[in-house]
């Protein structure tokens, strides 16, 4: 378990960084904006941030680096993106070829880093409002599906539409929409509500990621785009170099999470 | 003047296609969103797509085409990005070659299309909800200044903070500030209110862009996020082509101009 002396994100990043945490990060520090990331060459960056322009409830945009430079100004002070993440995922020409917890020796000088919202972003807000989520220390990431429906695609970047579910007392559904909705670095409001099958999923007992869910019958099953999307689809280029976060090993930013308008 | 039997953006765009209107379009169909517009090639596309992210205010993208595509699909179907506006400007190589009514001439296979917000976008709204603004039938532009402040660059893509300004009566200002804000396609809530010296403007009445204001002794001059910048900018690329609309030349979308959130 985390040193409970940990208590902010450049100290997490500190610990990351030195090796000593290697670990996922949802769960902790709630209410502090963690994010996806992927970086590529700037060959392809242009269709990936216009993917990313398109589908704002997908990838909606946090930060984007200048071609090369894995340095990210932060209040804090800088924070390293080879290396602030507590393990990454490393494609060469989009075969899988690492799964390491530093990627500096995998950096290059046109690569292009993206840092993403992910619904970890809502979990806080949800929590402090009253909204009981269904998550455990052993298994805090929702369950994710792959559905019917397609992103709008950019260029060669396309595919399907990947959502989360989490699921609530009917009573609270119109609540939970309008809180997530005020939240656009975490996907925002949800993209359905009901009836799975409308989504082209048969069966929410098995996700096509993450845990599978305890269902309650007196609960609505709620849908929120998920960033799981672009590292489906990007090994697919098969850019000379593509790095993203592993699964559930997210940046962790300084700011805290705050609502939008 | 323009015909009175035009009442429709796709009867507009017609009229423009065919070379029957050739004038501004700052005025025209109250309410409708019009964009700025330019193309430049795709090795160039991502440091501006870059920008406008960076700089919402500044160059709110409504629309970026797959590169070479000139056509963008509309509700009331297809408009053609290299003849739907009235009058546009051509650089080769950062010089200004041609001031056309026409560029299929100049499009390209790798060009891709921005159309980003313009603040015609929320003089609409302000005139509907009874905010009075001093525009005229000869000029409908407001008066632009270059500021002291800088955008936030991408790449090789920086510059001033330009600004329109518009004044308004003490009373009515944080009411025209919360209204515009609502519109950001239309560069959103205003940057600066009051002194213009904080911007590095000497004299209201010396705009380096548009119209002379009339100034009145008991208003307050507001400025908001102007989409000149990139006009300025993008020539210092000297990409191979470069294409913009004339100064107030719009395209002009189907759809009405509706608040967020």
Known sequence: MMNDSIATPAELRAEIRAGRWTGPTAGLLPGVQQANFVALPKADAFEFLLFCVRNPKVCPIIHVTEPGDPVVSLESGNADLRSDIAQYRVWKDGELVAEPHDVTEYWEDDLVGFLLGCSHTFEGPLIEGGFPLHVSAESPAPPVYLTNRETVSAGRVSGPLVVSMRSFPADM????????????????????????????????????????????????PMFWACGVTPQLVLPQLRSRTLITHAAGHMFVCDHRVTPAG
């Open 173 to 220: 559904v119109d609540a939970v929409a309008a809180l997530t909705a005020r939240f656009p670095t975490g996907h925002g409001a949800p993209v359905h509500i009901g009836d799975p099958a409308e989504l082209g999923i048969e069966d929410l007992r098995t996700p096509d990621f993450g845990p599978a869910p305890d269902l309650y019958e007196a609960e609505v």
